[in-house]
């Protein structure tokens, strides 16, 4: 297939800011860049209130999202920019106003047609604020040339709950690197666990992602596993108050955990995150919010062939359904045990879930994902302007 030069500009965070959607979407474009030499791309990275990074060349403009004048700025930069389509990503904390209300005066200002992605789309009843981000999600909907979701259920949902044209949305998974497991020895040599069973966590931490809850699973498990070793991997999250991680440790030692708890309070990079995955026997992810509809964690998980076990959030419903994971009821620390505690206990058990969740996280990589972004955005993109006659 030719591909047509393609030029794209990118809303969203971005690397070295720490965060999951710009891991995302610095990883999407070096997909898209390797899928068609003739794609170009710009950023506008967005800030939140603070943020002083230092962004590399292809940030031409940042977005203050709390900031209505930033918001203009921005927009006319887009629509002189000569781009031929927006890439726009979304989640209700990433844009300005109460729950990123500040979106849709932004996207009326654009001339430049808009595929959005959605971070998160509020299936559950439970969620925040619920009618106010279906309302906020319709309303997008009518601005954007585009959606994509990552689960076929949010598909769904907005074509049957919020009567979106199905056309307009495409399922496209969330993408991860591939994952050279030949390298565990080296791996688990580099961070001193050879002789250790490891559980890893790793992202923004936030009350929100049950880190406590697998904390106080641990006494259950480490009397008939005292080589358990739980690798707790990130930094918290910038809007948790500055005594949630001194927490954190302070729980550890309060339930005698310091021999069987490592953290490390830094956002990792690609290969340290590499080595920690390759080296994990189970992976965790004991998360509270059970309506989310995206886990780049997880993704990563599953695509580094780890044996995972996690809560029932609807994303981890669905990647780890068919014997590719175990899930546990959330806030339950005994349940959570009684689930570990036979994996711990059986290297071949651990294996079978591990092949599955290889298998299934082998479809994906970014190769494959980054083509099909591709296709939805020269689908939706401004026809090529033509050759000047001679």
Not at 28 to 47: C, T
Not at 84 to 92: A, G, R
Not at 293 to 317: M, N
Not at 345 to 363: F, P
Request: with cysteine; aromatic share 8%; glycine share 6%.
């Amino acid at each position: 297939m030719t591909r047509r030069e393609l030029k794209v500009l990118f809303l969203s965070t971005w690397p070295p800011k720490p965060c999951g959607i710009a891991t995302f979407s610095h990883d999407l474009s070096r997909a898209m860049l390797s899928a068609n030499p003739q794609f170009d791309y710009r950023v506008v990275a967005i800030n939140d209130p603070g943020d002083d990074f230092r962004y590399p060349p292809v940030v031409r403009q940042q977005l203050e999202r709390e900031s209505l004048a930033s918001l203009r700025d921005v927009a006319a930069y887009v629509n002189a920019s000569g781009a031929d389509i927006v890439s726009l990503q979304h989640e209700f904390g990433l844009w300005g106003g109460f729950d990123g209300e500040f979106i849709l005066p932004f996207l009326d200002r654009l001339r430049v047609p808009v595929v959005a992605t959605l971070h998160a789309v509020p299936l559950a009843e439970s969620t925040f604020n619920r009618a106010n981000r279906l309302r906020l999600i319709a309303e997008i909907a009518r601005r954007a040339r585009h959606l994509v979701v990552f689960l076929p259920d949010a598909r769904d949902y907005l074509v049957d709950g919020l009567g979106i044209d199905p056309d307009k949305i495409s399922v496209i998974p969330h993408g991860a690197p591939a994952f050279d497991r030949s390298r565990r020895g080296e791996a688990r040599e580099r961070l001193d666990v050879s002789d250790r069973l490891v559980l890893t966590t790793f992202g923004l931490l936030s009350r929100f992602k049950g880190i406590e809850d697998a904390l106080r699973a641990l006494p259950l498990l480490v009397d008939k596993c005292p080589e358990l070793l739980y690798l707790v991997l990130g930094r918290p999250h910038p809007y948790e108050p500055a005594d949630y991680y001194p927490g954190l440790q302070h729980l550890v030692t309060t339930l005698g955990l310091d021999e069987n708890v490592r953290f490390v309070d830094r956002f990792l990079d690609d290969d340290e995150l590499a080595d920690a995955l390759i080296a994990t026997d189970i992976y965790l992810t004991p998360y509270l919010d059970l309506a989310q509809v995206s886990s780049g964690t997880l993704t990563f998980a599953l695509s580094a062939g780890c044996c995972c076990v996690s809560t029932p959030f609807v994303y981890a419903r669905q990647v780890l359904a068919e014997g590719r994971g175990l899930l546990v009821p959330p806030a339950d620390p005994a349940a959570l045990a009684q689930a570990l505690g036979p994996l711990l206990a059986d290297t071949e058990l651990r294996d079978r879930y591990r092949q599955a969740a290889g298998e299934y996280g082998a479809a994906l990589r970014w190769p494959e994902i980054g083509r099909r972004y591709l296709d939805a955005l020269e689908a939706q993109a401004l026809p090529p302007s033509p050759l000047p006659s001679a």
